[in-house]
């Protein structure tokens, strides 16, 4: 249960940072 809840956690922060980064990108150009 609890190393769910941190593959969660990370799988969203990865998400999140890939999705700005790309935010980012479509911004710049």
Do not use: Q, V
């Not at 809840?5 to 999705?19: P, Q």
């Amino acid at each position: 249960m609890n190393g769910l809840a941190k593959g969660g956690i990370i799988t969203s922060l990865i998400g999140a940072s890939i999705s700005s980064i790309f935010g980012i990108i479509l911004f710049a150009s």
